[in-house]
């Protein structure tokens, strides 16, 4: 059972106090997009042994949705973050790297 | 056959006998007795039958690795089935019961399978469903049925209780053998906190039995010093009787805690889970004698050799009289000497060429019989050993010299419990020397910090000597306490003399060179009777993978979870194969460790307790004005309100009849209620809804599709304008937290920068729906605001006084009927609905249920979430096109029904049906076509979504899905039964009661 850091309350969330919400940094595509945007939107998701970025939400306590960055193998945390931004911040990059040289994560390094 | 001796026993105290009984047979034990021991003092060899051929089984061991004896414990609302005798703890009036025996334990049927043992080889089960069908029907399966199974389940409920603990600590320490004891006291005194649990009544493990020397005093005193040491520290806890149950992710542990099963005490709850959360978990888990592979080694009277030792100090039982000690390595030497001290007669037959160890050379100077590269070639005897057939270890067997016994001791070398290490991850390394897996350090389980937050100390990680076990033991608790934080130093080590030994020798067939028929009756797996040629037999037919092995032969798969057997299998496959052992590697180790009790995962979650139970206001008045209750979500809901005299049938009927003709009350506070308010709430709501809800007029109401991104209708309900940037959207009862929160994702996720809020505020309302003709006059009965039809249209929504109660009206129906949902404040709520009770009675006003509101809306053709919707259906197939903003771009759930699959003519869509003789369709019923699909499958063209009767029309009603349904009006399809038989309906509109809309719209 995991614990992750929520960003927004501080709190050491033990997983019962969690939702998870898939994979983190989707872009969005609507009306208009291809079907092959769409499809790879929609469906189509990372599945890495090792680092991998994913959305969680503290739904028993603040309610806020996060990221994590983790290791699926080792299950090491490298950091949480905010939900309301593109892609990693530099220093939860940076904290990877220093454990996991050389990680690649969609077309994030 | 065992006894109990005249003197000793460290556990036992003669002066409180306890009676006990075992398959109805009164007996007699100590104070101090495990069951297992208390059945042998009195003779009891024969505790059980085998699970595949019913062979007569004895006890083996003396904890929880004891795979045979298995009982039936106690009866009614305290039965229980697969107790091991050997972890249950007597006392008085204890009830034990034999298990997997037909029809007793002494003669039983089963055995007959024993005989036919070549037709039940490994893979036994697979292989049978290659044979025909009626083999299968006739022969074997009332054969299975008979025989599978140990124990039985518990026919009553449960009268005991359980709870569960929550614990954070620094520092787990598993096991209080003397390396739980030396690690909990090293962390403890560095400052940590620490919880150190130990599954048996007793401190101290192996050591006293062992005759360990610890800082120069036997172990049994050094022990009980540390224990009172450890007790005298406020940063540590100590709990016996309390098993680690398994080890989770980032440092979460579960234990089993067994308060009263040794003294029976309903007062308190008799079991209890702790789910602990540590910085740090220290296994210091013992080790595990395994038995050696011998023709008969299954045969009661033939145990552990640690066993024998056990019973024999601990409980002043001898197994047997003439003992025949089996061993490859120094350590079974020890159950010689102790067998030897108390009286007994003992040989030892030592599988190495030589045995001139420190052990060795004792046993010898007391004048014990050593036979070095001596092996059994069998053990003899009807239901119990009688001779032991002794040969060279290295040959195949031949020629062998009886020994006259009735206990054969079996030391086949030790295995680590590395169960805890594993169970999340740690992974192991082979010890050549020593023949089996241990903990590698490199590989451990890792925390959220990346490094390893499990430590293995003492045997448990390969250090089976006295001296290094402390050392290791002292070294982890050390390490564990300052990497969970704490800055304080631990003191001195414990010390004890060296002990030197000769190294072991593997032996995984005895003799090594067994022929087919020796093999075939050494057993590996005895709680699920699987020999050593079954898994030759399973390498051969080619599993190579060892999960394959285990689960084609069943090795290791019953409820002791191959304690004994793992290793011993692990080296018949790796032989066969011909591989090394580490390369055939192991299998997967799962929590638990030992099994432990539903009751105590279930905790205080049961009845009342399991979940919360959500109620209205009005619940009180429901529930005693013959509520039917009906549980949606969390709420409970009247069903129907069912008179006295009266079926909930004619209660249903009653409801909607007294509705559709002067008036009915519903309480619709269940239904959700969400609050999206900001500067860009009109935005938001037209992304959230399939409508356009930002032009909706301020005071009006219109109802509102809600899809997923992948364009499936996920909820529905009626959304009012309050003011200008602040909509109420209404959503099912079921779909308030879901949408909320569906909400709050996209809000929080994906449009973070818009202004809006969402607030829940279900619970802050109570609503009732006032429906029927006389609803309007009874409103205008109670007083206040104006519900004309001219003040307040159908479909618009006013805030103003209802009698006494401040209120929002919203003039919408979901019955077709004239109709106000009232909102009052949730504290208000009770008296509004006696009120209006009282105001309607001349009305005749009739609360009705959910049946009641499920049948009037399906008279109107209105569809319900999870009736005409199952997350399949887009809103197109339902005929809510008019519900479809097109001049929106985009909306949650647009681009999808784009796709070429949502955009298919032929998707089966809304219409209603008619059987042919007014009959109600069955629900879930399919509509059949011509021929048959590529599975043999009848073809089928639609389906029933919703099915009643109607009192309103006297016939059933129906509403079905079916293929390019709106373009067959009038047309008769077959509907199936489960009888096979079919019935006739006619396509026709949804709607079949009042099609106009006249009557709510008055
Ligand atoms: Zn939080």
């Known amino acids: ?109 | 056959m065992s006894f109990r001796l005249d003197t000793g026993g460290r556990f036992i105290d003669r002066s409180k006998p306890r009676s006990f009984t075992f398959n109805g047979k009164a007996m007699r034990g100590f104070e101090g007795d495990t069951l297992a021991s208390a059945l042998l003092g009195q003779g009891q060899m024969l505790v059980g039958r085998s699970f595949k051929y019913h062979r007569p089984r004895g006890i083996v061991a003396s904890g929880s690795e004891e795979p045979n004896a298995l009982m039936n414990l106690g009866r009614d609302k305290t039965f229980e089935p697969n107790a091991r005798a050997t972890t249950t703890e007597l006392f008085d009036g204890l009830e034990a019961e034999s298990q997997n025996h037909w029809p007793s334990l002494e003669f039983d049927i089963g055995e007959l399978n024993a005989k036919l043992s070549r037709f039940l080889p490994a893979g036994f089960y697979y292989k049978m469903f290659l044979w025909p069908r009626s083999f299968w029907k006739h022969v074997y399966e009332p054969i299975i049925r008979k025989s599978a199974g140990l124990g039985r389940a518990p026919r009553h409920r449960d009268a005991d209780h359980y709870e569960h603990f929550n614990a954070t600590v620094d520092v787990l320490v598993v096991g209080g053998g003397i390396a739980g004891l030396q690690a909990a006291k090293a962390a403890g005194e560095a400052g940590a906190e620490v919880l150190l649990i130990e599954q048996g009544a007793h401190w101290g493990g192996r050591a006293p039995v062992d005759g360990a020397v610890i800082d120069g005093v036997p172990a049994a005193e050094w022990v009980e010093a540390t224990v009172a040491a450890l007790g005298a520290m406020p940063n540590v806890a100590i709990r016996a009787r309390t098993m680690g149950a398994g080890v989770y992710d980032h440092g979460y542990a579960l234990a089993y805690e067994r308060l009263t099963d040794h003294a029976p005490d309903p007062s308190l709850p008799r079991h209890r889970l702790w789910r602990i959360r540590a910085g740090r978990i220290v296994t210091a888990t013992g080790a595990i004698e395994r038995p050696l592979s011998f023709a008969g080694n299954d045969l009661p009277g033939v145990m552990l050799a640690s066993a024998v030792r056990d019973y024999v100090t601990n409980y002043a039982v001898a197994p047997g009289k003439c003992v025949v000690v089996v061993t490859n390595n120094d350590d079974g030497y020890r159950t010689a000497l102790t067998v030897q001290e108390a009286g007994l007669e003992v040989v030892v037959l030592d599988a190495r060429s030589e045995a001139n160890g420190p052990l060795a050379e004792q046993a010898r100077a007391a004048g014990i019989t050593v036979r070095v590269g001596r092996g059994i070639e069998s053990v003899k005897g009807k239901g119990k050993v009688e001779k032991v057939w002794v040969c060279d270890q290295t040959r195949d067997g031949s020629n062998p010299d009886p020994i006259k016994a009735d206990c054969v001791a079996m030391a086949g070398g030790w295995s680590p419990v590395v169960h805890l290490w594993s169970h999340c991850g740690g992974k192991l390394s082979w010890q050549e020397d020593g023949a089996f897996f241990r903990p590698d350090p490199e590989r451990a389980p890792n925390g959220a910090d990346g490094a390893a937050f499990v430590l293995a100390a003492g045997a448990a990680n390969g250090e089976l000597e006295t001296a290094a076990v402390l050392t290791d033991a002292y070294v982890a608790g050390a390490r564990a306490a300052a990497e969970a934080g704490a800055t304080g130093t631990a003191g001195a080590a414990a010390t004890a003399d060296v002990e030197l030994s000769e190294p072991m020798l593997p032996v995984w067939n005895m003799p090594e060179r067994a022929s087919y028929a020796l093999r075939s009756k050494a057993w590996l797996d005895y709680q699920n009777d699987v020999k050593v040629t079954d898994v030759e037999l399973a390498a051969r037919e080619g599993f190579e993978s060892v999960e394959h092995t285990k689960r084609y032969t069943t090795l290791g798969m019953a409820t002791d979870q191959g304690k004994l057997s793992n290793i011993n299998g692990l080296a018949v496959l790796a032989g066969a194969l011909d591989q090394e052992i580490p390369k055939v590697g192991t299998t997967t180790f799962r929590p638990p460790y030992h099994p432990i009790s539903m009751g105590a995962i279930a905790g205080e979650a049961r009845g009342a307790l399991f979940q919360p139970v959500r109620q209205t206001p009005m619940y009180d008045w429901h529930d005693a004005n013959g509520a039917h209750w009906e549980p949606v979500g969390h709420w409970r809901r009247p069903y129907a309100y069912v008179k006295p005299g009266e079926d909930v049938h004619a209660a249903v009927k009653r409801e909607v009849l007294a509705t559709r003709n002067s008036l009915g009350l519903l309480d619709a506070s269940t239904l959700g209620k969400l609050v999206v308010k900001g500067p860009d709430a009109g935005k938001f709501m037209d992304m959230m809804y399939t409508n356009m809800m930002s032009t909706l007029p301020v005071g009006k109401c219109r109802y509102g599709l809600m899809c997923s991104e992948n364009g499936f209708l996920s909820d529905d309900g009626v959304v009012a304008r309050m003011d200008d940037d602040t909509w109420l959207c209404h959503t099912t009862t079921g779909g308030a937290d879901r949408i909320h929160a569906h909400m709050e994702e996209w809000l929080q996720t994906e449009w973070w920068d818009w202004k809006v809020y969402v607030a829940n505020v279900t619970e802050q309302y109570a609503q009732v729906a006032v429906v029927g003709p006389n609803a309007r006059k009874v409103l205008e009965k109670l007083g206040g605001m104006d519900v004309s039809k001219e003040a307040l249209p159908f479909m618009q929504w006013a805030e103003g006084a209802i009698g006494q109660f401040s209120a929002r009206v919203f003039r919408i129906s979901f019955s077709g009927e004239l109709s106000y949902e009232i909102a009052v404040p949730a504290s208000q709520g009770r008296a509004f609905w006696d009120a209006l009770l009282e105001a309607g009675s001349e009305f005749g006003v009739t609360p009705y249920g959910t049946e009641a509101l499920h049948i009037m809306r399906a008279e109107k053709g209105f569809i319900m979430i999870g009736d005409e919707t199952d997350g399949t259906v887009i809103p197109q197939d339902l005929g809510l096109n008019w519900a479809i903003s097109k001049k929106k771009e985009d909306f949650l759930g647009k681009r999808a029904q784009e796709r070429d699959h949502m955009t298919d003519p032929l998707r089966w869509k809304l219409v209603g049906l008619e059987t042919l003789d007014g009959s109600v369709l069955p629900d879930g019923s399919y509509a059949v076509g011509e021929g048959v699909n590529d599975n043999g499958q009848r073809v089928v063209q639609g389906r029933v979504t919703s099915t009643y009767f109607s009192p309103t029309l006297e016939r059933g009603i129906a509403m079905g899905l079916v293929e390019l349904g709106p373009d067959r009006m009038g047309e008769v399809i077959a509907f199936n039964r489960v009888d096979g038989t079919f019935v006739q309906a006619k396509i026709v509109d949804p709607v079949v009661f009042d099609p106009e809309g006249e009557k709510q719209n008055v």
């Open chain 1, 1 to 109: 059972m995991l614990i992750l850091k929520c960003p927004y309350c501080g709190v050491a969330c033990d997983e019962t106090e969690l939702h998870a919400g898939g994979e983190a940094h989707l872009t969005r595509h609507g009306p208009g997009s291809s079907d092959a945007d769409f499809e790879e939107y929609l469906f189509m998701r990372e599945n890495p042994r090792g680092v991998h970025f994913e959305r969680w939400r503290h739904v028993y306590g603040c309610g806020k949705w996060f990221h994590a960055a983790r290791d699926t193998a080792t299950l090491e945390v490298f950091g949480t973050y905010s939900a309301q931004v593109a892609e990693p911040p530099k220093d939860v990059r940076a904290a990877i790297t220093a454990k996991v040289p050389g990680w690649r994560w969609r077309d994030l390094s």
